[in-house]
C-alpha cells in the first residue's frame, strides 16, 4: 500500500531548475558551510520531545532512525540493515547494522533501539509521540507509570530488535522513519552534565557544535557516518524570527544565503529571471484557521459556517502568493490515501452565510473576535485582509493580531488564549491518519481547536486499525466529509516547497515532505 502511495506522490512531483545531480554535472567537492536561513529557534532538539517544524529540520540532520524515506517516500534501510513482518502485521524484526556508532564514538546495539522507544512513553520525557506509538505492546502501561519496562520491544540479540504491536497498523514501517522514532544514546540523555535537548548526541550524518540561542546553530560533518561522510563541512542555521520572506531574500540576492523562500510579491521576476535555480514541489501539508471552539463566539457551527461561507479564499491565496500555493478544497492534499479529487473549493455565499448567522442569533452573538499569527508575510496580509472583509459583510469585526515569535505563539495555543489563529500541519509520513487522526480526534494533544466528534473519533480509530487500502480510503474520505461540515477549521490552501538556491547548489532532493526531510548529506557546493 505504501508503494502506491509513493507512486502517487512521485507523479505529482514538479521540476523548475532544480540543483539537484544529474548528468554531465561535475564531481561533487568535499567541503564548505551552508548558509540556512531559519525562521524560528527550535524549543528544543531532544527527537521524542520536539513539536515543531524548525526543530524537526535540524534533529534530521543530527539523527538517524531504523529506517528513512527516499525521495519517493519509499522506506529505505537506515540504521535497521533488514526486517520482516509477520503474517498478521503485528510482529517486526529488526536486523541492525554493524557499523552505526553514535558521535561519541560508542556501537549502536538493540538495547538502544529498546531505550530509545521505551523514553518515548515514560512521564519525565513528556513526549508527544505517544498518540502514535502507543499501539506497542505496553505502552500504555509505561506511560502511565506502572512499569518502565515496554513489553513490545525486545532485543533479541545485540543486533536484532523485534517490535510487537497490540494491533496491525499499516503505516508503521513510516511512522519508525519520523523524527519522533530517532535512536538516542542513554548516557548522553541521563548526563547531568549538560541537557540533552541542547547539546543532543545522535548517529546522523552532522553533530551540532554550537547552539547561539536566537541566533545560530551550527553543525559539522560527521566523518564516521555509516553512509560516508557528507559533502559539506558545516551547516549554518541562521534564526531569524523577525524577518521577512522579502528580508531573507534580498539577504539571499547579496549571497549571505544558500538558499531563501521566495516573496509572494517578487514571485513572478524570480521566476522569470532565471538567474537562481529554483525547486517547486507539493508537499503533505495544509494551511488553514481554526477555530477555538471552547470560545463562546464559536459554538454554534452555523456561526463557523457562515464566515467561511463570506471568505474567497482562491481570492486570497491568489492574491497572497501570486500561484505559489493551491487553494485547499478540503483537508487532505493530493497524493494521500483517501483524497477526493472532485471536491471543489466552497463558492462564496454570502447571502447564505447571513441567513446561518442570522439563525444562530445575528451578528450581536459574535461582535468581533481576534485573528491571530506568528507570521507576518505577504500571504499573512492579504489572509487577514480576507477574512477582515468576510467579517465585515456579515456585521463583525476582526482584529489582527501577531504573536511575537514562535513558542510565544505554541504557549498561547496550548493556553486556549487565541480566537481565531493562523496554523500550518506538515504531515510525517504519507498517511491520512497523520493529518485526519493528529488534527481531529478528540484525544489528539495536537487539537487546539478542541473539536469533539464521537463518530469522528470512532472512524479514526477504525482506519488505524484497517490494512486494505480501498476500505481505509473510504473511511477517511467519511472523516473528512464530517469535519468539513462541523467547520472546526477553514482550509485556506496547500503548501506547495518553493525555494530559490544559489547556482553553486548541488545534490538537493525534495520530497513530498518538504524542507525538514531534505537530506543535507548529499548536498554539496560547486564552489571553492
Known sequence: MLRLLALALTALLLHVGAPSGHAGDPTPRIGGTYRFPLRYSPRTLDPARSTDYYAVTVIQQIFDGLVDFDRDLNIIPAIARSWRVSRDGRVYTFDLRRDVRFHSGRAVTADDVVYSLTRLFKPETRSTAGETFDLIVGARDVRQGRTETLRGVRAVTPNRVEVTLEEPYAPFLSLLATN???????????????????????????????????????????????????????????????????????????????????PSELRDEALASGTFPVVRRPTLALQFYGFNLSRPEWRDPRVRMALLLAFDRAAVVEAGTKG?????????????????????????????????????????????????????????????????????????????????????????????????????????????????????????????????????????????????????????????????????????????YEQAYQPSVRGVEVSALGAPYVPMRKVWLDRP
Not at 180 to 195: G, M, N
Not at 227 to 252: C, K, N, V
Open 324 to 496: 505559489k500555493h493551491r487553494p485547499a478544497a478540503g483537508i487532505l492534499p493530493p497524493g494521500v490515501l483517501g483524497y477526493n479529487p472532485a471536491r471543489d473549493v466552497p463558492r462564496v455565499d454570502r447571502a447564505r452565510a447571513a441567513a446561518l448567522l442570522g439563525e444562530a442569533g445575528g451578528p450581536e452573538a459574535v461582535r468581533g473576535f481576534e485573528m491571530w499569527s506568528a507570521v507576518r508575510s505577504e500571504a499573512q496580509r492579504a489572509e487577514f485582509d480576507g477574512i477582515a472583509d468576510a467579517a465585515h459583510a456579515l456585521g463583525l469585526a476582526a482584529e489582527p493580531r501577531f504573536a511575537d515569535d514562535w513558542p510565544q505563539f505554541q504557549r498561547f495555543l496550548t493556553e486556549g488564549r487565541m480566537s481565531l489563529f493562523r496554523y500550518a500541519w506538515f504531515a510525517d509520513l504519507p498517511d491520512p491518519d497523520n493529518i485526519l487522526g493528529i488534527l481531529f480526534h478528540s484525544q489528539s494533544r495536537y487539537n487546539y481547536w478542541h473539536y469533539s466528534n464521537p463518530q469522528v473519533d470512532a472512524l479514526l480509530d477504525e482506519g488505524r486499525r484497517e490494512l486494505n487500502p480501498v476500505r481505509r480510503a473510504e473511511i477517511y474520505r467519511r472523516v473528512e466529509a464530517q469535519v468539513l461540515e462541523d467547520v472546526p477549521i477553514i482550509p485556506i490552501l496547500h503548501i506547495w
Open 180 to 262: 519522533k522514532a530517532k535512536i538516542v544514546p542513554r548516557e548522553a540523555v541521563e548526563s547531568k552534565d549538560v541537557p540533552f535537548e541542547r547539546a543532543p548526541v545522535g548517529t546522523g550524518p552532522f553533530r551540532i557544535v554550537r547552539w547561539d540561542e536566537g541566533k545560530a546553530i551550527v553543525l559539522e560533518a560527521n566523518p564516521a557516518h555509516f553512509r560516508g561522510r557528507p559533502y559539506l563541512d558545516r551547516i549554518r542555521y541562521a534564526i531569524m524570527p523577525t524577518a521577512t520572506d522579502a528580508d531573507i531574500y534580498r539577504a539571499f540576492r547579496k549571497g549571505d544565503f544558500d538558499e531563501s523562500p521566495i
